[in-house]
């Protein structure tokens, strides 16, 4: 079945130093993975999407994602924190099938530190 | 481009009584999806409709349901409301069906009291 870990609950970074949040994914055949942010009382935005063409995404706001095989991962990371990065971060995958259904992950909290 | 449109923004019910929720779609778009989003459960899939049918469908008591009209519109309905149906649904669109990116509203809050 489809699934995906995000590991930590909670990120705390310094405005100006890297992200990372880290998600492991769980599925039977070639995944398309997602990522989305939710910033407070605000529905989800679509950061970035991995569909079985280049490992390494870019997506909006400078954040980019690796999808690595071997370690089932798929993480986020963006060089430099701005504080108006300071949201929820889910890491989703599409349910299996030929199906819109996605699943999430519990979600990473990222507060960022002036 | 307007983006996915959901009315009302806020909602109170009583606990026993009925709700519909609506989602209009990006203008294009003809698949639509549902989600609840909770504290203790996170985002989970209610259903996912296409050219009016119904496709898929989460987890979820039969008190809840939906449908999907001709120009893509959607509805849920809940029915004899619970405490524990307090929680926002989320309305997704995409440009067809299957896996593809979903662009999301702004949801409705609905609180069961």
């Known amino acids: 079945a489809q699934s995906v870990t995000q590991l930590d609950s909670h990120v705390s970074v310094s405005e100006g130093t890297p992200v990372l949040l880290r998600c492991n994914y769980s599925?039977?055949?070639?995944?398309?993975l997602f990522w989305y942010v939710q910033h407070p009382n605000k529905g989800l935005q679509l950061l970035l999407k991995?569909?079985?063409?280049?490992?390494l995404v870019k997506g909006i706001n400078g954040f980019e994602a690796e999808f690595k095989k071997s370690e089932t991962s798929f993480h986020l990371t963006k060089p430099s924190a701005h504080m108006s990065d300071a949201a929820e971060y889910f890491c989703v995958v599409v349910g299996p099938g030929n199906t819109g259904k996605l699943i999430f992950g519990q979600g990473t909290t990222l507060q960022v530190k002036p | 481009k307007a983006g996915v449109t959901q009315t009302p923004r806020y909602l109170i019910k009583t606990r026993g009584q009925q709700v519909t929720l609506s989602c209009s779609p990006i203008s294009g778009h003809r698949s639509v999806s549902w989600y609840q989003q909770t504290p203790g459960q996170g985002l989970q899939f209610l259903f996912e409709?296409?050219?009016?049918?119904?496709?898929n469908k989460g987890n979820f008591p039969g008190r809840f349901s939906g449908r999907q009209f001709s120009n893509s519109r959607s509805e849920m309905n809940v029915s004899t409301l619970e405490l524990g149906d307090s929680a926002l649904y989320l309305c997704?669109?995409?440009?067809?069906?299957?896996?593809?990116?979903?662009?999301f509203g702004q949801g409705t809050r609905l609180t069961v009291v």
């Open positions: 991995y569909t079985s063409a280049a490992t």
């Open positions: 409709y296409f050219s009016e049918t119904q496709r």
């Open positions: 599925s039977s055949y070639s995944p398309s």
């Open positions: 997704a669109s995409s440009l067809e069906a299957g896996p593809t990116e979903a662009f």
